[in-house]
């Protein structure tokens, strides 16, 4: 009996047969970066040995803060930091706990608008500044792009990792990833969590999905090695994620602990390729994946923890020697085994470099102090790790100069080539699924009025949307006159019926789908939309597997995120004025017969 993953997992390898594309080589330890010489190791190495024990330990910390500012958050922020963390801003909590590094996310209101930013960053750099041993923070967020974006408008966001992934192009995804970096350096913002590594050959899988590039193992490999050089290329770190592959598991790692059932030999063809090639690329970080391999460790600790993958196969197989950072310590993946006095204990002695988020950082920064007493860590160890992550800040110009300016913000963030560039790009991304009865493009004569209807989902950043409404506003820039109607992710059945009456009067309907599944309202509304005889055009926001779910429905595109950018992409196809180019980067299976495709990789329908 095949399992919807065997089948799967089946058709990404046979993809990348066919694309004739060898296996990418194996990859020897990494030299030094040209800029990194000998005498500037023998400096960083000097500047570790100025450092207390507490000094060192807390260099290895990766922290979030709340509040706008590093001195002066607003009140409800600083609560929350005390609370949490027991100081209140960032400038505390560098002088308590000495963190090498501090992660920006939207929900810490870290990022109201990039000058605002760029003063945090700042303010951040001098508080660092000011410390006995003084060492810039590495300041980092997660800026996938798509449904993955802590900074929004004004700064240029892009389509995400899998509608690059259906526009094929390495070049957009350099560019792309080059514009960002930009954005993000002029920001402070030296690293991104970026770009995710992951193989996703399972849709059921809740954590990645449309995060990954595709299921052909070596078109994703072949762009994560283009957004690596795009982001390092604009002088800001590139982070692979998750190692050794979080695409085939369907439980989501921030409230469970996913189990990777893949052999040996499955990882090495599936899981490998992007990996290696962001290895090749020059990668400077690599992010772990709160999940467990049986294969390379019976011991089933997730490999965040496990020595056998961390060393064994990322440092000693693979030769990677650059930055190795946990996914977030607060995820319940990492937390499920082990207390959090023992995680990032453990996760050092794995091969961990940098630890990421924990959720009490008085405890885990108590208990890497301990072992070091204990000598269950040593200096050695610690000095070692703290030699890569110094050296990726003298990369990335930290010891240079690690401040920015609002005339550096006003330069790059927004401006108008990089704002067309996305849409420029976004462009070749829509995926045209199915026009059996010739529906698309919609015509301004016969279908001139338009109802937009579906799921109006939060946008990623907090900008933008919702998508019904840009959708609508889209449509009747190009001429159309039409409206929007949210329905929600569950429509209630007045919601459906409301829905089917605006149709009444219009002439045809657009509706946004978001991960239907078998038992979701969402196919109620679409089976009552498509009653009415009118034509239905579904566009899938998320996922694009929802149309295996949706009985009836001839017309059905992809457009893999609901942020502006790819809606505005998606509304150009819709009414005729691009045509679609995007080919889908994963297999889209039968609800019926999950072990045959309906759509296979590289289907995509075009005018």
Known sequence: MHSRRTVLTTAAAAAAAAAGTAAAPSIGPQPPSPSVTPATRARL???????????????????????HSATDPDPADAAANQKEIGVANAAELIARYHVGGIIYFGWAHN??????????????????????????????????????????????????????????????ARTAAGIAGQELYAMGIRQDYAPDADVNVNPANPVIGVRSFGADPQAVA?????????????????????????????????????????TAEEWERLDAPPFKAAIAAGIDSIMTAHIVVPAFDPSEDPATLSRPILTGIL?????????VVTDSLGMEGVRKKYGDARVPVLALK??????????????????????????????????????????????????????????????VVGIRS?????????????????????????????ERRVLVAGVDAAAPSGTGGPPTTVLARTLTELGFAATALSTGLAPTQQQIDEAVAALGERDAVVVATYNVTADSRQRKLVTALLATGKPVVQLAVRNPYDIAQLDGV?????????????????AR???????????????????????????????????
């Open 45 to 67: 190495r000097r500047l570790i040995s100025r450092m207390s024990p507490e000094e060192k330990a807390g260099q290895l910390f990766v922290m979030r803060v709340y509040g």
């Open 111 to 172: 990022t109201r608008d990039p000058h605002q930013v760029a003063d945090l960053s700042n303010g951040i750099q001098k508080a660092a500044a000011a410390q006995r041993v003084p060492v810039p923070l590495l300041i980092s967020t997660d800026q996938e792009h798509g449904i993955v974006a802590r900074v929004g408008a004004p700064a240029t966001l892009f389509p995400g990792a899998m509608a690059l992934g259906a526009g094929g192009s390495r070049d957009d």
């Open 222 to 262: 072949r762009m994560v090695a283009a957004e690596v050089k795009g982001y390092q290329g604009a002088g800001i770190a590139s982070c692979a994620k998750h190692f050794p592959g979080h695409g085939d598991t369907d439980t989501d790692s921030h409230v469970g602990l996913p189990y990777i059932h893949h």
């Open 315 to 323: 440092r000693e197989r693979l030769g990677y020697d650059g930055v």
């Open 350 to 411: 794995a091969g961990v470099d940098q630890l990421l988020n924990p959720p009490d950082l008085a405890v885990a920064h108590a208990a890497v102090l301990k072992a070091l007493r204990d000598g269950e860590l040593t200096e050695r160890e610690l000095d070692a790790k703290l030699l890569r992550i110094l050296l990726l800040k003298e990369r990335r110009g930290l010891f240079k100069d690690p401040y920015t300016t609002h005339r550096a913000v006003d330069r």
């Open 418 to 446: 990089h704002l067309t560039a996305a849409d420029r790009i976004a462009d070749r991304t829509t995926t045209l699924l199915r026009n059996d009865a010739g529906i698309l493009p919609l015509s301004r004569r016969r």
């Open 554 to 570: 001839e017309a059905a595109l992809a457009s893999y995120s609901w942020t502006d950018v790819e809606l505005r992409a998606a």
């Open 573 to 607: 196809v819709i009414a005729g004025r691009r045509d679609p180019a995007g080919r889908l980067p994963v297999a889209i299976m039968r609800a019926d017969a999950p072990t045959q495709a309906l759509y296979q990789i590289g289907h995509g329908l075009t005018y």
